[in-house]
T-cell receptor
Framework: AQSVAQPEDQVNVAEGNPLTVKCTYS??????LFWYVQYPNRGLQFLLKYITGDNLVKGSYGFEAEFNKSQTSFHLKKPSALVSDSALYFCAVRPYSGAGSYQLTFGKGTKLSVIP | KAGVTQTPRYLIKTRGQQVTLSCSPISGHRSVSWYQQTPGQGLQFLFEYFSETQRNKGNFPGRFSGRQFSNSRSEMNVSTLELGDSALYLCASSVQGGDGYTFGSGTRLTVV
């Protein structure tokens, strides 16, 4: 069975500084990896995904993530944080094929606070 | 184009009642998935439908059921509601399932 770990419940960063939100995963075979963001009382908004190809994935709103197969990690990054980036961030995984390939398994989420 | 539409946005029900939630996917999307979000358990997969067939089911009791219609719209039903069913229920649609998911804003269910 697949699993996702987001080791930090909360990340605080000053506006203008780079930010990193960590994610490690466990899955049989090749993974599909996703990052979503959730604002209060809203659904999940897609940021980016890794399916295959270049390990550095660029997504919406200036976010990017690096797939590291040997460390089974998919950390989310942004060079310069904005106050409007403050939200709850979720990493998710699904196997490329086989059992569970039609469901996303999510991490517990990381609350990002960008301090002005 | 229109996003994923979930209705109603908010719902208050009494223990023991049943409830039906609706999800209209993005036009052309044939896969619809449902997730439950609670503060304690986080986001948990309920089930996924593709072309009116349930392809995958999460670890929830039989009180939770769903279906998909020929126009890809989906409904989920929870019978004999319990206090612990209070949650945000999220629907996600995808062209075929798996490659990318667009989520709706969710239905906030409160059981009293």
């Amino acid at each position: 069975a697949q699993s996702v770990a987001q080791p930090e419940d909360q990340v605080n960063v000053a506006e203008g500084n780079p930010l990193t939100v960590k994610c490690t995963y466990s899955v049989s075979g090749n993974p599909y990896l996703f990052w979503y963001v959730q604002y209060p009382n809203r659904g999940l908004q897609f940021l980016l995904k890794y399916i295959t190809g270049d390990n550095l994935v660029k997504g919406s709103y200036g976010f990017e993530a690096e797939f590291n197969k040997s460390q089974t990690s998919f950390h989310l990054k942004k060079p310069s944080a904005l106050v409007s980036d403050s939200a709850l961030y979720f990493c998710a995984v699904r196997p490329y094929s086989g059992a569970g390939s039609y469901q996303l398994t999510f991490g517990k989420g990381t609350k990002l606070s960008v301090i002005p | 184009k229109a996003g994923v539409t979930q209705t109603p946005r908010y719902l208050i029900k009494t223990r023991g009642q049943q409830v039906t939630l609706s999800c209209s996917p993005i036009s052309g999307h044939r896969s619809v998935s449902w997730y439950q979000q609670t503060p304690g358990q986080g986001l948990q997969f309920l089930f996924e439908y593709f072309s009116e067939t349930q392809r995958n089911k999460g670890n929830f009791p039989g009180r939770f059921s769903g279906r998909q219609f020929s126009n890809s719209r989906s409904e989920m039903n929870v019978s004999t509601l319990e206090l612990g069913d209070s949650a945000l229920y999220l629907c996600a649609s995808s062209v075929q399932g798996g490659d990318g998911y667009t989520f709706g804003s969710g239905t906030r269910l409160t059981v009293v």
